[in-house]
């Protein structure tokens, strides 16, 4: 599994999900290992973004410097003609479609490139979103989990624990409930969009190889 499938599935997974998964292996490990991926994610995307920014910037700067010379050309076509130069007239237009073309595609190079640093950007945001949460209702749910065990209780999702009348218990899971509910329905659409872009924009190739292709492509490596 690749860096960006890894990092799609830490996107899309809820946190009201992960309290359940928590519940059915009666352990936070599940916990402490989404924050370990999490966070190990995090960093290669801080780090890749970098190298993305800097590839961001590059295109920008030969999109803009493509379309002044095709504005310059543009101009000379206009003299020469006026001037009844018509083989130079000629000459620039065939340069200036070419200068043309490669603004062009400059251009949309930039602009998904671009759509890319934003939505890793966005990523980023998500993810520490989740980790915050989990890491503020880990002791919460270790709690209640130890009230589930002294009662040999088989408890395999957040149903379950209602069923359990012990006050304290019932009154932890209400907590955990809530506060998951509303982070999840907080990030909800974000995490929906992300999934989504992630999946049409990178798509199975590694952010690695992508980034590694254009800047041997820029000529940047």
């Not at 928590?22 to 780090?47: C, G, T, W």
């Not at 990030?187 to 292709?213: H, K």
């Amino acid at each position: 599994m690749n860096l960006l499938q890894k990092i799609g599935i830490l996107v899309s997974a809820t946190l009201h999900s992960l309290v359940d998964r928590a519940l059915q292996a009666n352990s936070v490990a599940v916990f402490d290992e989404y924050i370990r991926q999490a966070e190990n994610s995090m960093k290669l995307i801080q780090s890749a973004l970098v190298d993305l920014k800097a590839t961001v910037r590059t295109l920008r700067a030969r999109y803009d410097q493509a379309a002044d010379d095709a504005a310059r050309l543009d101009l000379q076509i206009d003299q020469a003609l006026r001037a009844g130069k018509e083989a130079a007239a000629k000459a620039h237009m065939v340069r200036l479609n070419s200068v043309m073309e490669i603004a062009q595609t400059y251009k949309a190079q930039y602009e998904r490139q671009n759509r890319a640093y934003n939505t890793l950007t966005d990523v980023v945001q998500i993810l520490q979103s989740k980790v915050d949460v989990l890491r503020a209702q880990r002791d919460q749910v270790a709690t209640m989990l130890e009230l589930i065990r002294s009662k040999n209780i088989v408890a395999r999702s957040i149903k379950d624990v209602e069923k359990i009348s012990d006050a304290r218990t019932r009154q932890i899971m209400e907590d955990v409930r809530s506060q998951m509910d509303m982070a999840d329905a907080r990030l909800e659409a974000a995490t929906m969009r992300l999934s989504a872009e992630l999946e049409q924009q990178i798509g199975d190739a590694t952010l690695e190889a992508q980034l590694e292709e254009r800047r041997q492509r820029l000529g940047l490596a």
